[in-house]
C-alpha cells in the first residue's frame, strides 16, 4: 500500500490502465505496468448487469482476488460503494484489502444521475479509512461527468472528501488546464480521466496531476477490436491489429496442478 501511494507524484502522475478480467490485467502487467485499476462498467458488461449495480460487488472482488495474484499493485473501482451503509461499505474495502488490493476508487454519483450529498459521501470515506487505514482511498466526485460541471462544487467536494481521509481526489471529465491548476491547488493528489483529443499525459503531468486512469476505455477499445476483427475477417481484409498468440496468452496463466 505504501508502494502505491509512492507512485502517486504530482507532475510526474501515475499512469493506471483498468482490467476487467484477469487475463487483461495479466497482459497489462506484462508490458511493464506496476499497478493496475479495474473498470465497474467492463466488469458491469461482462457479467452482463448495469454499470456499478449491486448484484456486481461479488464480481468485483472475484476479479480483485484474481489480479492480485500478479505482480502488480491493484486499485478497485467499486462505484458507489454498492451500497449506502458505511459499515457496509467500509466491510467490501476489508474484504478487498485482505484480498490483497491496495486501493479502492469511491465514487459519489448515483444511478440515478444524482450527486450524493457531501456529508453522505464524507462519512463512507471516513468509515473505509477508519476500517482499513493503509487502504488508498481514491475519492471521485461526478461534478464534471454527471453533474453541472460547476468548478466551485467540485472543489467543494475534493476538500471535503480529503479532510474526510481521502488519499486521493478524482475529477473524471476535468481537462481545462486552468480548471485542474485550481483543483491540483487543493493539495491532495488529483486523478484525471485520460480524454482521447482533449488532453496527453504529458500535459495533464505539466499541471500537477498525480495519476491518470484510463477508465473504460481499454475495454471499450476491446468491443472495437473484437467487431473490427470479425468484420476484417468477413470482409477480406487484414487484420487490425497483430494479435498475440496462443501460447503468449496461456504463459500468462496460472499452471494446473
Known amino acids: 500500500m505504501d508502494e502505491f501511494r509512492a507512485l502517486h507524484v504530482p507532475g510526474s502522475p501515475l499512469l493506471l490502465p483498468n482490467a476487467w478480467e484477469f487475463g487483461v490485467g495479466a497482459f497489462l502487467a506484462a508490458q511493464g505496468f506496476r499497478a493496475l485499476g479495474t473498470t465497474s462498467l467492463g466488469v458491469s458488461a461482462a457479467a452482463g448487469e448495469p454499470d456499478g449495480a449491486p448484484s456486481t460487488r461479488a464480481a468485483t472482488v472475484a476479479l480483485a482476488t484474481r489480479l492480485a495474484r500478479l505482480d502488480a499493485l491493484v486499485s478497485v473501482d467499486i462505484a458507489d460503494g454498492f451500497g449506502a451503509d458505511p459499515a457496509a461499505v467500509a466491510d467490501l474495502a476489508a474484504e478487498l484489502a485482505a484480498a490483497g488490493a491496495v486501493g479502492v476508487n469511491l465514487e459519489d454519483g448515483r444511478a440515478d444521475g444524482s450527486l450524493a450529498p457531501v456529508d453522505v459521501q464524507c462519512a463512507l470515506v471516513t468509515a473505509v479509512k477508519d476500517r482499513v487505514p493503509g487502504l488508498f482511498v481514491n475519492a471521485r466526485t461526478d461534478t464534471h461527468w454527471a453533474g453541472d460541471r460547476s468548478l466551485a462544487e467540485a472543489e467543494r467536494r475534493v476538500r471535503a472528501y480529503a479532510a474526510a481521509g481521502a488519499d486521493g481526489v478524482f475529477v473524471p471529465g476535468l481537462a481545462e488546464p486552468g480548471d485542474v491548476e485550481r483543483i491540483v491547488a487543493a493539495g491532495v ?49 487484414d487484420l487490425p491489429l497483430p494479435p498475440p498468440s496462443y501460447a503468449d496468452v496461456t504463459a500468462l496463466l496460472p499452471k494446473i496442478g
Open 189 to 237: 493528489p488529483l486523478n484525471l480521466l485520460f480524454l482521447p483529443g482533449k488532453v496527453t499525459v504529458a500535459g495533464l503531468a505539466d499541471l500537477g496531476v498525480a495519476r491518470i486512469s484510463l477508465g473504460s476505455l481499454p475495454y471499450r477499445m476491446a468491443l472495437a477490436a473484437a467487431a473490427e476483427t470479425a468484420l476484417a475477417v468477413r470482409d477480406g481484409r
